[in-house]
């Protein structure tokens, strides 16, 4: 797993993650806007922060579990390629997140999908284009 007290934030933001998606994950803040979460979202893939993710998750599509596991994935970078919020209540964030498994390189192409709900914004699903 990957050490929370890092000089620079997973998300690709440039801050520490400490000042960055360290708030969300460990003081419980809420994230601004729809591209804010997703890249908290990936910050919580890369620290196994299951808890994280499934409150992030919209309650229609949540899983009931992650199994998250260290060695299965290792999250490399995140590229954010465009936001857009639609209107008040929808918004999509379009990502390409490198890993590797098994010592192989893959990225993972996605268009999410967030939902505005109760104050906050949550994830609600994506269309992922594996090695695209």
């Not at 979460?37 to 229609?60: K, P, Q």
Request: one cysteine or more; aromatic letters at 12%.
């Amino acid at each position: 797993m990957a050490e929370k007290n890092s000089d620079h934030c997973w998300c690709g933001s440039g801050k520490s993650y400490a000042d960055c998606c360290g708030g969300y994950l460990d003081c419980h803040k809420i994230p601004a806007n729809a591209e804010i979460l997703m890249r908290s979202r990936y910050t919580a893939y890369v620290l196994l922060r299951e808890d994280y993710l499934l409150i992030t998750w919209h309650s229609s599509k949540r899983p009931l579990t992650l199994n998250l596991t260290k060695d299965a994935v290792k999250w490399i970078k995140l590229e954010v390629k465009d936001y857009k919020q639609k209107d008040t209540g929808h918004a999509t964030v379009e990502f390409i997140a490198y890993y590797k498994i098994g010592g192989r390189m893959h990225r993972l192409h996605e268009v999410s999908s967030f939902i505005y709900e109760n104050d906050r914004w949550l994830y609600l699903d994506g269309i992922a284009h594996e090695n695209s």
